[in-house]
Each structure stands twice: as structure tokens, then as C-alpha cells.
């Protein structure tokens, strides 16, 4: 499947249950104790490049009595780290192989003089999909990009709201501010993923759950097994997603198979969801079993 798949399923995750819609920007928080996290995507690529210029603004307002009081300015000019900033991408490859990948879309720095325009705008748009999906798996990488904040200033019995602008916009680009509002006094949750199941055969096992059940949560999954269901190792380096071609686009299952190390050893499987500011849910339901030698006939 290719990119473009897996950004159309993440940004049909992020904008699912959104407070604001057809804007320009599209927002996304998780709250803490004293802190709110905040994602946001553009709409489209035109959208990033003007804030990759220009910035972003955030400015957070309280909520009393059906009015917006008390402008706070969060964050004046929030960026993606510049070209010449070596050392924070430097840092940043070490922890994310894809930091490079992420330098080079958000400049444009690779030779693209030998293909026609049509590929270009092919390869622009997989690498800033890319680059987009990166950020839900990653906050360090979403900070990077200018798509992240966390504020840390609020307090857990308020009602917020939030506005983010691109700076020096002219009206008649009709890029507008996007707003959402967050009840800071219920804290967000990752929801349990109770809807793993498993079939084993031969030396295979294949694990299955529903995503779209937790599509509003989570972008992908990691897969973690064990021999003796307390330790458990992560067998999947990239996070698994549900990837819908063009042909399935009602799927709703995920399905992953793992070869067996051992067809005499009982193994215990299970799955972590990861929410869209890259934080690891709990452990999901647990499904054990063992392999066995396919029989031959002689």
C-alpha cells in the first residue's frame, strides 16, 4: 500500500470527533494534570508551507460564564526547527531514523532536476504524507515539524480555549484561525483495547482486532509477546496500521502474523495502542497459545 493510503487513514483518525471543521488547521489535545497537549494538522500541503514561513500563533483564552476572557499569547511563533539548526536534527536522528527523511521534506533539499513535474508533485505529496504520519507516532518529531505543543500553565479546574493562527496571513487567502475548547477538569484517557484475538497454526499466528473500534484514539499499534506473560519483548519496530486500499474502503480489521520462534513453547501476545500525541496506551487483553509441526503425509 502506498503512502497516500496511510495519510488518508490518518488524517481521517485526526479529524474524527475534531471541535473544529473546515478550517484550515486542524486541532487535536489531550489533557494532563496541569498540562494539555496540543496536535494540529494543516489542511493541506499549501497550508504547512505558509506556516513553515510565517508560523503559527497559539493563544489560549478562559472560559467564565459563556465568555472568553484573560488572551494568553502560549506561543507567538511556533516553527518547524530550521535547515541550519544541525544539532537539534542531529539529536533528533539519533532517537527517530525518519528525522532526516523529515529534514529533507520540510526544505526540499534532495535533486529533483531529473524528473518531470508531474513526479515531483507525486513525490512532494508522499513525502509530506509521510511526514505527517511521522508526527502521530512521535511528539519529538511533530515538535520538530511545528505541529506540537504542550502547555503547562493550566489549571484542572478551567474551561480553555484555544486559537491558532498563521502569522501575517492576508484575508484573502481565507486561511482562517482554528479554535477548540477543553474542559481542563476531565482528563483525557486512552480507551482499553479488549478486542484482540488470535488463531494459531502451524508455526504461525495470526492476531486480529477491530481498530476502527478506537480510530477516534489511536494511529497505530505496537505488538509485544512473551514466554511467560510477564516480560514482554516488541516484535514490531514500525507501528502497525490499518492500511484501506481503494478496494476496501469499509475495512475495519487490522491483522498481523508472527512466525513462531519455537512450536514447543507457549507464547503470549498482545497490543498497545499509540494516541496521535505518540503516548503508548495500556497493555490490551492477552492471547497464549502454542504452534505444532504441520504433519506430512509420507
Known amino acids: 500500500f502506498s503512502a497516500r493510503h496511510c495519510f488518508s487513514l490518518f488524517l481521517l483518525l485526526l479529524y474524527a470527533n475534531c471541535y473544529c471543521q473546515n478550517t484550515s488547521v486542524v486541532l487535536k489535545y489531550f489533557v494532563k494534570e496541569n498540562a494539555t497537549l496540543l496536535r494540529w494538522a494543516p489542511a493541506n500541503k499549501q497550508v504547512f508551507d505558509l506556516a513553515v514561513k510565517n508560523g503559527y500563533k497559539i493563544t489560549r483564552y478562559t472560559k467564565e ?3 472568553l476572557i484573560s488572551p494568553v499569547v502560549i506561543a507567538d511563533t511556533i516553527k518547524p526547527y530550521s535547515y541550519n539548526d544541525s544539532i537539534r536534527w542531529v539529536n533528533l536522528a539519533r532517537k527517530n531514523k525518519n528525522a532526516i527523511l523529515i529534514m529533507e521534506t520540510l526544505y526540499q533539499n534532495k535533486n529533483t532536476s531529473k524528473i518531470s513535474p508531474k513526479e515531483k508533485e507525486e ?3 508522499m513525502l509530506y504524507n509521510l511526514m505527517l504520519l511521522s508526527c502521530d507516532f512521535d ?3 511533530a515538535k520538530a515539524c511545528g505541529l506540537f505543543l504542550k502547555d503547562s500553565t493550566i ?6 480555549s484555544y486559537k491558532i493562527e498563521i502569522n501575517n496571513t492576508h484575508p484573502a487567502s ?6 477548540i475548547e477543553i474542559n481542563a477538569g476531565v482528563l483525557s484517557t486512552n480507551p482499553l483495547i ?6 494459531f497454526k502451524n508455526k504461525q499466528l495470526m492476531l486480529k482486532w477491530k481498530a476502527t473500534d478506537f480510530s477516534n484514539s489511536y494511529g497505530g499499534y505496537i505488538i509485544e509477546r512473551s514466554t511467560d506473560n510477564l516480560f514482554f519483548e516488541r516484535i514490531t519496530q514500525a507501528p502497525v496500521i490499518l492500511l484501506a486500499s ?3 474502503k469499509n475495512k475495519e480489521f487490522i491483522t498481523y502474523n508472527d512466525t513462531l520462534p519455537d512450536t514447543k513453547i507457549k507464547y503470549y501476545y498482545r497490543i498497545k495502542g499509540i494516541n496521535h500525541f505518540g503516548e503508548e496506551s495500556d497493555p490490551s487483553n492477552v492471547i497464549s497459545g502454542t504452534g505444532y509441526e504441520e504433519l506430512k503425509s509420507m
Not at 489549571?155 to 480553555?160: G, I, L, R, S
Not at 479488549?194 to 488463531?199: A, F, M, P, S, Y
Open 155 to 160: 489549571v484542572n479546574t478551567k474551561t480553555y
Open 194 to 199: 479488549n478486542n484482540l484475538t488470535g488463531k
Open 65 to 67: 460564564n459563556a465568555l
Open 246 to 248: 481503494q478496494h476496501e
Open 174 to 179: 481565507k486561511i482562517s484561525p482554528s479554535s
Open 139 to 141: 511528539a519529538t518529531i
Open 123 to 125: 513525490q512532494d505529496k
